[in-house]
């Protein structure tokens, strides 16, 4: 089971639950959650990553998201029910990440995949 996921059998036998929309699962979304809703100044700028990482913390840990990013919750299989909830945060946050650092440094990270490389 994925740490947040969820089980993904519901309680009367039906098919796999939708663990997105558990307001309590790490792969939940707010409405308000979308890549310009994490507001961190200064961007980073190479100098002050220190300052700017844990003002990241604090953004995505306030949104339940940090686990993304620190390597905590593992990539599911593409087969795997959660992948999709998965894919959607990844790419949140992904986003988040790159709104959030100065042009050069978003150039170079705009290829990654997952917001764990970043």
Avoid at 8 to 36: E, F, K, W
Avoid at 101 to 115: C, D, K, R, T, Y
Wanted: glycine share 10%; net charge negative.
């Amino acid at each position: 089971m994925v740490r947040g996921g969820g089980s993904n059998n519901n309680n009367n036998g039906g098919g796999p639950i939708d663990t997105s929309q558990d307001p309590s699962s790490l792969y939940y979304v707010y409405a308000g959650d979308g890549p310009s809703s994490v507001m961190v100044t200064p961007l980073l700028n190479g100098t002050n990553y220190h300052a700017w990482a844990r003002s990241m913390r604090r953004a995505l840990g306030a949104k339940n998201k940090f686990d993304f990013v620190d390597g905590s919750i593992p990539i599911p299989d593409s087969l795997d029910p959660s992948y999709k909830a998965w894919s959607r945060c990844n790419m949140i946050i992904h986003s988040c990440i790159v709104n959030l650092v100065a042009e050069p440094i978003g150039q170079s990270i705009v290829f990654l995949e997952n917001a764990v490389d970043v």
